[in-house]
Every structure is written in structure tokens, then in C-alpha cells.
């Protein structure tokens, strides 16, 4: 079993940066592949970015790609998302989520989501 704690939110102006953090309890974490996700208002939730188990690879929604980046230390069972040039449309709350999926933006392949961290960017 496998619980996610995020953290790392806040509201920041645009065109600035945030880290997020997401913790893991158990010793099994650094064997699964770890994926963010961000669910807009009134919009379904959507595939961020993805880290394997062994930090090898990674993947990432256009809409982030060069302004986000996924790491993970999984000797302290944790895993980032930084995110720069921040725009008002990442305003998000945003998941991390755990797992052997499928596909990394197979958000249904996930078998562990943390609870969510808001992050909100003025304009």
C-alpha cells in the first residue's frame, strides 16, 4: 500500500515558478512509475507528466513541455514537478498518482492518487 501527499501550492503570478512535491509512504515507491496530473475548473482532469521507476524516462503534455519538469528521489520517496513560466491556464488543482500504467497518461492504469494541491496563477 502506498499513500501520496502533496504539497507545494500556492498562488503565484504569472510568468513565475512553484514546486511541487509529492511524498510517499511505503517501501515499495521507487518500483512504481509516478505520473502528475491537473484537473481545471469545470474541465475533466488531464495527464501532466511521467516518471518511470528509475528515472529513466520521462514524458509530457505539449502543453507543458519546457516549462515543467518531473524528477524523483527515491531515496527520500518523493517526486517533483517543477513548473516555471507559469501561465493562467495551469491554474489547476493537481494530483500526483502512482502505479504501473499502461500508458502514462492512462489516468484509469494508476493504482495511487494523493489527494491534490491547488495551484492558482494571476494574470
Known amino acids: 500500500q502506498v499513500q501520496l501527499v502533496e504539497s507545494g501550492g500556492g498562488l503565484v503570478q504569472a510568468g513565475g515558478s512553484l514546486r511541487l512535491s509529492c511524498a510517499a509512504s511505503?517501501?515499495?515507491?521507487?518500483?512504481?512509475?509516478m505520473g502528475w496530473f491537473r484537473r481545471a475548473p469545470g474541465k475533466e482532469r488531464e495527464f501532466v507528466a511521467f516518471?518511470?521507476?528509475?528515472?529513466?524516462?520521462?514524458y509530457y503534455v505539449d502543453s507543458v513541455k519546457g516549462r515543467f519538469t518531473i524528477s524523483r528521489d527515491n531515496a527520500k520517496n518523493t517526486v517533483y514537478l517543477q513548473m516555471n513560466s507559469l501561465k493562467p491556464e495551469d491554474t489547476a488543482v493537481y494530483y500526483c498518482?502512482?502505479?504501473?500504467?499502461?500508458?502514462?497518461?492512462?489516468?484509469?492504469?494508476?493504482?495511487?492518487w494523493g489527494q491534490g494541491t491547488q495551484v492558482t496563477v494571476s494574470s
Open positions: 498518482a502512482g502505479g504501473r500504467p499502461l500508458r502514462p497518461e492512462a489516468q484509469n492504469s494508476y493504482t495511487y
Open positions: 516518471i518511470n521507476w528509475s528515472a529513466g524516462n520521462t
Open positions: 511505503g517501501r515499495t515507491f521507487s518500483s512504481y512509475d
